[in-house]
């Protein structure tokens, strides 16, 4: 099983739409055993994100300034794998059985796999390419990383190698 890491990097309140799309977007994952739990991190607590994450049954991590907040999620985390999603992001058709896949089968030293994310802008992408070069640093939207590889530290030492999904994100 995996936990969905969800990332709200705007405005509070103006992220719950797209937040609630992410979130609505799991519950496919849940019913199919892959989605254990969500986590919603944000750089401030909002009421709104509160009634959202009470009514969806995630926990809300408010990251101090200047954490990384995939650790900061990953530490509430209560699965061994993790799946690092922004608000917004919707999971396309076949990713559950593409991220059960990967979990399944990823040797101890993998720990990370890499969705597609053809949405994002093109520095993000032209840094995710670098990556599959050199090896990944530290995790990014799309990415489903082992929880003990984040919690080690970050940046990664030494680099991940990323393996690329066939499952691929699309913004709402």
Do not use: Y
Not at 91 to 112: H, Y
Not at 126 to 138: D, N, P, Q, Y
């Amino acid at each position: 099983m995996i936990s969905g890491l969800i990332l709200v990097g705007r405005p509070a309140d103006a992220a719950i739409e797209s937040l609630a799309d992410t979130l609505s977007a799991l519950v496919a994952g849940v019913a199919a055993g892959l989605v254990g739990d969500a986590v919603i991190v944000t750089d401030t607590a909002s009421e709104a994100l509160e009634t959202i994450a009470e009514g969806s049954g995630a926990s809300l991590v408010v990251r101090p300034p200047g954490t990384d907040p995939w650790s900061a999620g990953a530490a509430a985390a209560r699965r061994d794998w993790l799946l690092c999603l922004e608000a917004g992001d919707i999971p396309s058709e076949g990713w559950i059985r593409s991220l059960d896949r990967f979990v399944g089968t990823a040797r101890p030293d993998l720990a990370l796999g890499r969705m597609r994310r053809p949405h994002a802008r093109p520095p993000v992408r032209l840094a995710a390419w670098v990556e599959s070069i050199v090896g990944v640093g530290r995790p990014r939207a799309g990415d489903v990383v082992r929880r003990s590889a984040v919690l080690a530290g970050l940046p990664f030492a030494p680099r991940l190698t990323a393996r690329s999904l066939t499952a691929r994100l699309e913004q709402a």
